[in-house]
Each structure stands twice: as C-alpha cells, then as structure tokens.
C-alpha cells in the first residue's frame, strides 16, 4: 500500500479500464476505523480504482459489483493474493465491455488497503454513494496461490447468491461447512465489509498452495495456471450471469451445499438440516432398538461404546496437538506457516492425523475386548447422532457433513446386524457405509487445516480444529473396520504410531532440506533521542543474508517488527550496534502542537505528525498514566480505543499523505508522551551500503514487514499547570 510498485499497478488498471472503453476513475480518501486490537486507531489514504459497465435495462440502475483488491502484505508480489483476483475482475469487464450491453450496471472496483483492515472497501462503504445501488457483490480473495476455487464467505440468506454461482459455474466447488465458520465469526475479506450495506454478495477463495499466502513467493510464476484459469472463467461466467438476471429479490434462506466429487455437487435448504439430523436420530434409534430385540447388541454395552468413542474423540485430538507442538519445539518455523515459515507442511499434517489415530487406536484397544464389533458401531451411531443433532442448531450449513455420513453407516449397521454376513459382503458393506464419511469429511479437513494455519497467527495452537473432523470421521471409520477384522490387539496403535513419528522425522528432514526460500528480516533501527543505532534481525539465528551485518557478537533481544499488530507484540531477533546517521540526516516524523488547554476536569492536547516522504507507516503511542479518555484521528473521534481509560493508545497511519491531527483527552494536570516509531520500506538510506543481495534461498516474510528502516522518537508534553499553551 502506498509503495510505487503499487502506483505501476493503478496506473496499469487504469490503462486497461481505459482501452475496454470504460472511464476509469480513482477515488483518494482517508479514512480511520477501530480494529479489532484493543485501544488502536487505524488510518490510511486509499486509492480505489472504479469503472462501471453501463446497463441498458429498465432496472439498469439495480448493480453488479465485482471487486478485487490490488495492494498486497510488503513481503509479497501478490500474485494469490490478490493479483488472480484483480485479472479474473478485468476479463470480467473486458467480455461485458465488448458485448452487448448487459441489463444491469456492472461496476468494478479495484480497492486499496485490504492488507491494512480492509481500509479501501471501509472508503467505499462510508463515501461512495453509488454503492446504496449495488444489490450484489463478487469479491475476489486468495489464500494461496494454488487448487480450487470455492465461495468462503457469504452474506447473511445466502441461498439466492449460493444458487447463482451453482448454476453459472460448470463445475462448482462449494463446502459449506467451510464457510459457516467464518460467516459466524467474520473472518472473511472486503465482503464483510460490503454487506454493510449491500444485500447479497458471495468471496471466492483459493484456498490452495498455503505455504506463498504473504510470502515471498507469492510471484505470477509461482502461480498455478490451472487455478488461474478456473477463477477467470468463474468470475466471467458469474458476472454475465448476474448482470443479466432480477435483482428485485436477491436473498433467501440460506443454503446446504457440498461437492461429492468433481462434478456432483447437492443443495438444499438450510432449514432442512434439523428435520435431516431428526430423522436420522430416529433412524438411529430404531436400528439399534430392532438389533437390540434380536439380541444383537446390549444397550449397557452400546452406551459404554459411546462414552468410549467420545473419549477416543478427545485422547487423539490431544495427541495429534502434542504432536504438533513438539514438532513445533522441533522446527520453530511451524508456527509461523502462512509467512513462509515451512514450504511443505504435508508430512506434519500427516503425522498430526496418524497421531490422533494412535491415541484413538489406544482407547479402542480396550473397549473392544468388552463391547462387540457391532455394539461398538452402534455405539459410534449414537455419538453422530447427538453431533448432527448439535451441528442442525448451532451451524446448520455445516450438519450434512455429519448427517450424512450418519444415514449411511446407519444403512449399513441394519445390514449388518440383520444376520450374519460372509467376510466378503461385510467388508463391502462396511466400506459402502464408511465411503460418505471419507467423501465428506477429508475436504473439511484439509481446508480447516488451512484455518488452524491462520489461526496459528493469533492462537498458541490451533491444531484442534481440523482434528474435530479428524476425530468424528475415524469414531465412524475405525468401528466399521472392526466389523470386517474384529480382533484387535496393540500392535494397529503401535503401527500407526511408529508412523505418525516416521512422518514427523519426514517433515523435519524435508524441511531441513528443502530448497525454499527461508524467510527472515533485517532492520535498520535508529533512536533519534539517544543518537543509537542497532541492527535487528528476526529469526535470532543469522543466516547467509542477515550474518553479513548481525556476526558473532550479536545479543538476543524482543523487537516489535511490525505495524501490522497491536503494541507489545514482539519476535524473538537479533541485535548489535550500527553505525549512526546524524540527526540532520535522518528523515525525522514531525510533531506540532495544535493546542493544550486545560480545564477543570480535562486536558485536551491537539498536534499534527508529519512523517517524512516515502514513510510506509506511521505509529504513535500516546500515553498517560492517568489513562487516555478521549482520541480523535484526523477529525474523527474514535470511543472504542479509549474503553476503559488506557494508560496508551496506539494510532498507526498506513500510506500517510501528509500531516495527521490527532487530538489527546487526559484527565486535568496530566502529562502526556507520544512514542513515534516511522517505518521506511526497504534499507535505502541506511548504512547498508556494501549490503549483499539476498541469496536465492532467502526471501523476505516474517510478521508480513520487508526490510525497513525504523527510526523511533519521543515526545514529551508535561503539564505546566498554566492552562491553555
């Protein structure tokens, strides 16, 4: 955001835009927000590209907005993210364009500051008064730079939108138990941004080739074609379905959706997910109540079946985390994965998954030698029912995935316990009954390994959740495979344990070897207030880029490397000493007093900061020790970072076009300090002048900042008691 590759990508869409025979605008405003870090103020000048597509319908004036951000994370070429969305946008446009006139207006808007809390859309939302118009939006995100293409986020009655792109897209992928966590959480892109005030409205996702998501290679050619291909021809099609279809009515109920396999994909209405988790409970409950008259199974020994399996459940999802985390202890670099920490995580996910079996394998051992192969299935019925059952109420767009799978191995049970079956029927039935459960499940278990990826970022370990589904599908899984081999003993956990730590050893040797590129960072940080300078380098172990400068005297120390994150937030690094620049060299942020007026209950300090040309960010702690009451950023007041009177409040000011007012409340005969801290993108200007380039194993990505220069400063504003200066 605000760097000049990024004003050759504007002016690149603009020279498009133009040559369609569209008229281009781009919109520059400011705008300030809250984020979710507590006492913060986020601000930033964004530059939004627009063009519309002018409709010749009746009801042109209803709109189609397709939108892509073009700015990406500074240790990225963006190619993912979000550089396929942005050209499957501009191939949208082009086949509009050179058409005939579609009914509705189609707009395109290529936004700024999505990497900076999503800034650009927040512009278009609170200024753009074409946006009241749109009834539908199509954001284009990436998570990747390869696989599929699917709808993550969704807006609020989505069957309507949900059921445009099934029937414009030929081969449709769609899991909403994927998206139904992040609809419920709101952790989505620009689209959470848009259904503020636009009524329907789909994001579409790569959700493939996690390890380049904000790394360094995230370049067009690391770019899978194939996926590139598949997102230009879903947004095509998609929007010359939408600008030809009645947007009168443009919500419903919300859908199931789900891909079987390539190419078969079932929905149906949400609100059939409780009657299907009902009528499978009861399905249930017949079944094993007939396998119970027969004297097929003891209902003491079903329910003990059922308490087993649920703790089965719980021991492998804590084995599968306890191997994560020593992995973790093993190979740091995990817990950094979506910034380019580890390039190949599929033995890791692996071991992760073998372990929960092993753990699982290990409570089964046991439980089979006092409850019967079919009492033991019977027994997994239960505890899918009562989950379908929970997943019906709670989230009923992800049920089928346990409603499902539940019918089948039902069907299956009756079939077993009807009579005694011939090996070769069982393990055919057996099979058939545990296909949907695999069908189903390992899709989710990939894409919410991709999730726990993320959550990584903000959690100390996120590893449970994909192993939920982990857990569930191998309670259903293991006990159907008892009916076609009932002997079980120690040696099935002891194998599947060897390999859950053969495949660890994989991860660690692979990723030992591997010819990646390593992330890793260098800072120049200059304290203007004690005429210090230091090297920083993050990780603290230097390697063949970061040695050059951080040798063998190096210190450890915590470095708060990043604007992106909340005060506080520190990586362990590096540090020796640097050559100084003189304080008349250095490009110093400017800080004016407005005002100071002070009254019977308040203080209220008004400055402007200035920071110096070519700033990437800007930071401003201003603090109290009688706690800020009140902020305001640029004119704007902001209540919700001041909850609670901090004793600081952190302002950071992203692509900074000029001065910024900021306006401090403290209490009356308080003092008041404001700790700057400037980031400058890159080490031009610093002494790093004989500096070599990075070797080709070596890539910017660590807490998505490149190399920069960071010059901090203070300023202290003390009560002097006299009022007003």
């Keep these: 955001m605000g760097s000049a590759e990024q004003a050759v990508v504007k002016e690149y869409l603009v020279q498009e835009l133009t040559a369609m025979g569209l008229e281009p605008q781009v919109d520059e405003e400011t705008v300030t927000m809250a984020p979710d870090p507590p006492h913060s103020v986020w601000t930033g000048t964004v530059s939004n590209v627009i063009a519309r597509v002018e409709g010749t319908g009746p009801d042109a004036d209803q709109a189609v907005l397709l939108a892509a951000h073009y700015d990406s994370v500074p240790t990225a070429a963006g190619a993912g993210d979000n550089g396929a969305g942005v050209v499957s946008v501009l191939a949208a446009m082009r086949t509009l364009a050179s058409g005939p006139p579609p009914r509705h207006d189609v707009v395109a808007a290529f936004v700024d500051g999505e990497e900076h809390e999503m800034l650009g859309a927040l512009a278009l939302v609170e200024s753009a008064t074409w946006m009241t118009d749109v009834r539908v939006a199509v954001n284009t995100e990436g998570v990747g730079n390869?696989?599929?293409?699917?709808?993550?986020?969704?807006?609020p009655d989505n069957g309507w939108a949900l059921t445009q792109y099934l029937d414009a897209v030929p081969s449709p992928v769609v899991y909403t138990a994927f998206g139904a966590p992040l609809n419920a959480t709101g952790q989505g892109a620009d689209l959470g941004r848009y259904q503020e005030v636009v009524p329907a409205g789909l994001e579409l996702v790569i959700v493939g080739g996690l390890p380049a998501y904000h790394?360094?290679?995230?370049?067009?050619?690391?770019?899978?074609?194939?996926?590139l291909a598949e997102y230009g021809t879903t947004v095509v099609r998609l929007a010359q379905q939408l600008a030809e279809t009645d947007l009168d009515s443009v919500q419903s109920a919300n859908l199931v959706a789900f891909t079987v396999i390539n190419g078969v994909t079932v929905a149906y209405r949400s609100t059939w997910s409780l009657p299907l988790a009902i009528a499978a409970l009861v399905a249930v409950a017949g079944a094993i109540g007939v396998a119970w008259q027969r004297r097929r199974v003891r209902l003491r020994r079903v329910v003990l079946s059922w308490l087993g399996l649920g703790l089965a459940g719980l021991v492998g999802s804590l084995a599968a985390t306890g191997l994560w985390l020593a992995a973790r202890l093993i190979d740091p670099r995990l817990s950094d994965a979506l910034n380019g920490g580890v390039y190949d995580r599929t033995a890791y996910v692996l071991a992760a998954v073998a372990a929960g079996a092993t753990g699982m394998l290990l409570v089964i051992w046991p439980l089979r030698r006092r409850c019967g192969a079919l009492e033991m299935v019977a027994g997994a019925l239960v505890g899918w029912s009562l989950v379908a059952l929970l997943l019906a109420v709670v989230l009923p767009d992800a049920a089928y995935a346990a409603t499902w799978p539940l019918l089948a191995a039902t069907v299956g049970f009756v079939v077993l316990a009807a009579r005694e079956r011939s090996p070769r029927v069982t393990l055919a039935t057996v099979t058939l009954a545990a296909l949907p459960t695999v069908l189903l499940i390992s899709p989710l278990v990939t894409l919410y390994f991709m999730l726990a990826a993320r959550f990584e970022l903000m959690l100390p370990v996120a590893t449970p959740l994909p192993m939920l589904w982990v857990g569930l599908a191998l309670t259903m899984v293991l006990p159907l495979l008892l009916m076609a081999r009932p002997r079980v003993g120690w040696r099935p956990a002891a194998a599947v344990g060897a390999l859950a730590v053969a495949l660890a050893a994989v991860g660690v040797v692979a990723s030992a070897a591997s010819s990646g590129p390593r992330p890793d960072l260098l800072v120049y940080h200059a304290d203007a207030d004690a005429g210090t300078a230091r090297w920083v380098a993050i990780p603290a172990e230097p390697d063949a880029y970061t040695g050059q400068v951080i040798h063998s005297e190096w210190t450890s120390t915590q470095f708060e490397a990043s604007p992106f994150h909340e005060a506080g937030v520190t990586s362990s690094g590096s540090t020796v000493p640097a050559p100084t620049i003189p304080t008349e060299q250095l490009n110093l942020p400017q800080v004016t007093i407005i005002s100071d007026v002070t009254t019977l209950e308040a203080r209220d300090?008004?400055?402007?900061?200035?920071?110096?040309?070519?700033?990437?960010?800007l930071t401003m702690d201003a603090g109290s020790g009688a706690g800020i009451r009140g902020i305001a950023v640029n004119g704007q007041d902001v209540p919700e970072a001041v909850s609670g009177a901090p004793a600081s409040v952190r302002v950071v000011a992203f692509s900074p076009a000029g001065s910024i007012p900021v306006a401090v409340s403290v209490p009356a005969g308080a003092d008041v300090e404001l700790a700057i801290g400037c980031y400058t993108l890159g080490l031009e200007g610093s002494p790093a002048t004989d500096l070599q380039p990075r070797p080709p194993t070596l890539t910017t990505g660590v807490h998505e900042v490149t190399d920069s220069i960071l010059i901090t400063t203070v300023t202290r504003l003390p009560d002097n008691g006299t009022g007003q200066r």
Aim: hydrophobic share 35%.
């Design 215 to 227: 790394a360094g290679t995230d370049t067009p050619a690391g770019m899978h074609e194939g996926t």
């Design 146 to 155: 390869a696989g599929r293409v699917t709808p993550a986020l969704t807006s």
């Design 605 to 617: 300090v008004s400055v402007e900061v200035t920071p110096p040309a070519g700033a990437y960010a």
